[in-house]
């Protein structure tokens, strides 16, 4: 029988700072976002889509750029379309597949809640970090998320 294996003290340190920052630093980004009545995932699947040509996505797509289960998207589409922010579509020259498409009052929405969660992120993850903290911080998360997205999305930063 092998011995388990064990965390070192940094690791533990790395491993402690992070569950910290999921547990107490992630609901703040659910408590802006629900003043504005979304969610974390709402929020993610309509960036996807106003960053996606002509803010339309076939849903497996939407599903991976939102990081989120299919079944867990088509739940949580619910909420957008009755909202009015995202239509569903069948796919042209597929009649199984769907795409969802950003609204204009969903783009409205993206840029009303836009600047609110920036501020959130940059106050929760990078105010406290400099530069190089910064970096070291985006190539470690971007390692780590590359294998477990089953894509090298994270690996080049999206055109500004």
């Avoid at 339309?56 to 289960?69: D, F, G, I, K, P």
């Avoid at 619910?78 to 795409?99: F, H, I, Y």
């Avoid at 409205?108 to 920036?118: G, I, Q, T, W, Y």
């Amino acid at each position: 029988m092998t011995e388990p294996r064990w965390l070192d003290e940094t690791q533990q340190q790395a491993w402690r700072a992070l569950i910290a920052i999921v547990f107490r630093g992630f609901p703040q980004f659910d408590r802006t976002l629900k003043e504005h009545d979304l969610l974390v995932v709402h929020y993610s699947v309509l960036v996807a889509l106003s960053e996606a040509p002509d803010h339309t996505m076939r849903l497996s797509e939407l599903a991976e750029q939102a990081n989120v289960s299919q079944s867990r998207l088509t739940h949580r589409l619910r909420v957008l379309v009755d909202r009015g922010d995202v239509e569903l579509v069948t796919a042209p020259g597929d009649g199984r597949g769907k795409n969802a498409t950003l609204t204009a009052a969903g783009l409205e929405r993206v840029e009303v809640l836009a600047p609110l969660h920036v501020e959130d992120v940059l106050q929760v993850i990078f105010d406290p970090l400099d530069e190089a903290e910064t970096q070291a911080l985006a190539s470690a998360l971007t390692k780590i998320a590359t294998p477990l997205c089953g894509s090298e999305r994270f690996l080049k930063p999206k055109d500004a």
